[in-house]
């Protein structure tokens, strides 16, 4: 199928460069597929399309501040989105055995078989076990060596001026050098620190939030702290700083509105996608088919897994393309 089937224009006076001053005050299309019929609420009015009893699958992943703005030693500008620690991802084109932990403890999303471990844990979840999928806890940051240098899979602009072995960093914060790259894009960068903090901190302390190329920033402090406010979903787990892009459909709810749809029977089910790169990178070959997509890491917890397989109980609703793909990878 050609890629360019799924172009289709959208004027940039259409494209909301802030949020809405209420989260739930966004405007919400609810699709009518038995009708053939499109209305257009706000999305404070979700709870009209849900049932006492249904159970809403959220990914709690969030979001880290990955966007480092730095210069080469030569003045020039760059800037560093930080993808995962090194042993973490897997760029295209290496080969990955199906199912078996990375060596950090990290399990690749795929298709479970009947009989895999990972699937009869989700029948039969063992009291005191972790998660489905095994991922290296968040607060392990990457692994260091002795002379605490951090390596990260990143994407880098300008890449074509930093080939293996540059260097670039930002003063009395970091300093970097880019390791080795991969054909498409990908580069492992080591970092040092000043004052032997983790990169992950540094980002927390500098970052930018890692918005769509659409959505566009003058770096202000005010449009910073904006941005780490509303570029993260209100149930966010921040032990679970594990993405580089917010699953987006959650942004909407509010405290008040999950606590109004708890009140109404609703219950809540919680997953761990690290939104990664294969979200937000675009198709860049003719046909679709032809397209590689990275993987992504996910944790499905026991409580989640025990409600995806209740015999009863109301619909299952994923919140969000990152809950779907990582139930229905796990299913």
Known sequence: MQTGLFDYPLPARLIAQQPADRRDASRLLVV???ERRIEHRHFHEIG?????????IRNNAAVLPARLLAHRPTGGAVECLLLRPSPSLRPTGRPVTEGLPDTD?????????????ALRQAQCPEPGRGAGLLRRPASCGAPRN???????????????KLPAGATFGRKDAFSATVRAKTADGVVRVAFTTAGGESITAVANRLGLMPLPPYIHRRHTVGERRLDLERYQTVYADRTQQVAVAAPTAGLHFTPELLERLADAGMRFADLTLHVGLGTFRPIATPNIEEHIIHRELYELPPATQELLFAPAGGRRVAIGTTTVRAVEDFL
């Open 105 to 117: 403890g990290h399990r690749e999303a795929r298709n479970p078989r009947r009989g895999d471990p």
């Open 32 to 34: 009518h597929r038995a």
């Open 48 to 56: 009209e399309y849900l049932r006492a009893g249904d159970i809403l």
């Open 146 to 160: 002795d002379n605490s240098i951090e390596e990260w899979w990143c994407l880098l602009r300008p890449g074509r």
